[in-house]
């Protein structure tokens, strides 16, 4: 299996495509990029800087990866955008490398869907099956962990952490972190109950449904502070999702997404 670059690409000296890559019309390749087998690269699209891509990875028309970070700080360090294999990175979309400041690396993991538009800031790390959709965008230094959906036009603030298999409804403006399995929406976003259909979607265990409805009751819905909440869920013998999502809440910098309003816990509102 040949490498297929179309006759109006420019790539560098020094870049190393591997097996089954395709460069589309107009697309330009950096000297310091690096693409897995059977990537494919859309019309126009533009990788540069120290960018490494893995296997089977679809990028779009007009897409730009690699570039330097928007940050005032950056002054030439050599930093790095590292991509997994299987994403699907869409039109337009943006993901920029780290900083020295930032640990370096900006990284996003395998089978996530960046949507028309989404933009990645430096030093990004994004787990595994993430959607962005249409114009979501992450300020740096942002953690999004697996499973999670990013609404379209949704903001994240810097630093602020994504928890696993939460969602953000269309347009949230996030300031503080979101709990694994919860759902925020609004500007500040607020928490509006527990991602029940992404969790049945993942297979979850009606018991750990069951135990996640307690805790989020008692977390976020029972008035108490934060320590006692958490003291009190652990009065209870604690199942996987549980723990994971009081070990967040203990560990939250930002802190977390206050409770928007008196929405029920199954609240599922459009991305």
Known sequence: MSVAIHRTAVVAPGAVLAEGVEIGPYAVIGAQVRIGAGTVVGAHA?????????????????????????????????????????????????????????????SIGNRNLFMNFSHVAHDCHIGERVICANGATLAGHVTVEDYVIVGGLAAVHQFVR??????????????????????????????????????????FADDDVRGLRGAYRTLFRSGLTAKEAVRKVREEPL???????????????????????EAGDDADPES
């Not at 996987?240 to 309003?261: A, D, H, M």
């Open 162 to 203: 994504l928890g696993e298999s939460s969602m953000l409804g269309g347009g949230a403006m996030v300031v503080q972190d979101v709990p694994p399995f919860c759902v925020v929406q609004g500007d500040r976003a607020g928490l509006v109950g527990l991602n029940v259909e992404g969790m049945r979607r993942r297979g």
């Open 239 to 261: 199942g996987g999702p549980v723990e994971r999502l009081v070990q967040f809440v203990e560990n939250s910098k930002r802190g977390i997404c206050r409770l928007r309003g």
């Open 46 to 106: 533009v990788i540069e800087g120290r960018t490494t891509i893995g296997e089977r990875n679809r990028i779009f028309q007009f897409a730009a990866l690699g570039a330097i970070p928007q940050d005032l700080k950056y002054q030439g360090e050599p930093t790095e955008l590292v991509i997994g294999d299987d994403n699907q990175i869409r039109e337009f979309t943006t993901l920029h490398i780290g900083t020295a400041g930032g640990g370096g690396v900006t």
